[in-house]
Nanobody
Framework: QVRLVESGGGSVQAGGSLRLSCAASFGYIGRRNCMGWFRQAPGKEREGLAT????????YYADSVKGRFTVSQDTAKNMWYLQMSSLKPEDTAVYYCAARWVNWGPNCWSQAREIDFSYWGQGTQVTVSS
C-alpha cells in the first residue's frame, strides 16, 4: 500500500515562493517509481504540473510552470518536493502529489496525466494573492 501526505501549502503574495513536500510510504520500494505533482483550481480539471523519475534526473514540466517550479526528491527520506517560485494568482489551487510504477522510464517524464497515477495524497491548498 502506498500512502502520500502533502504539506507546505499556504497563502503567499504574487511573486513569492512556496515549497510543497510529499511524504511517501511504500509497501514496496520499486526501482521504477514515478512521482507527479498536480493541481486543481475551483471549477477546473486537475492539471498535471511535473513528474520526476526514480533516478532523480529525468523530469517533466508543464508549460504553465516551466522555469518557475522545480521538482526534486530525497529518496533516503522518501520525500518529494515541489519548489514554486514567481507565483501568480492563477497558481491558486489545491496541489496533489501522486505516484505510479512504470515499466519504461520515458513513460514517466514524457507527460503528467492524471489517469496514469494510481496513488494520491489528500492535497494541500495554495493561495496566491495579487
Amino acid at each position: 500500500q502506498v500512502r502520500l501526505v502533502e504539506s507546505g501549502g499556504g497563502s503567499v503574495q504574487a511573486g513569492g515562493s512556496l515549497r510543497l513536500s510529499c511524504a511517501a510510504s511504500f509497501g514496496y520500494i520499486g526501482r521504477r517509481n514515478c512521482m507527479g505533482w498536480f493541481r486543481q483550481a475551483p471549477g477546473k480539471e486537475r492539471e498535471g504540473l511535473a513528474t520526476i523519475f526514480t533516478d532523480g534526473h529525468n523530469t517533466y514540466y508543464a508549460d504553465s510552470v516551466k522555469g518557475r517550479f522545480t521538482v526534486s526528491q530525497d529518496t533516503a527520506k522518501n520525500m518529494w518536493y515541489l519548489q514554486m517560485s514567481s507565483l501568480k494568482p492563477e497558481d491558486t489551487a489545491v496541489y496533489y502529489c501522486a505516484a505510479r510504477w512504470v515499466n519504461w522510464g520515458p513513460n514517466c517524464w514524457s507527460q503528467a496525466r492524471e489517469i496514469d497515477f494510481s496513488y494520491w495524497g489528500q492535497g494541500t491548498q495554495v493561495t496566491v494573492s495579487s
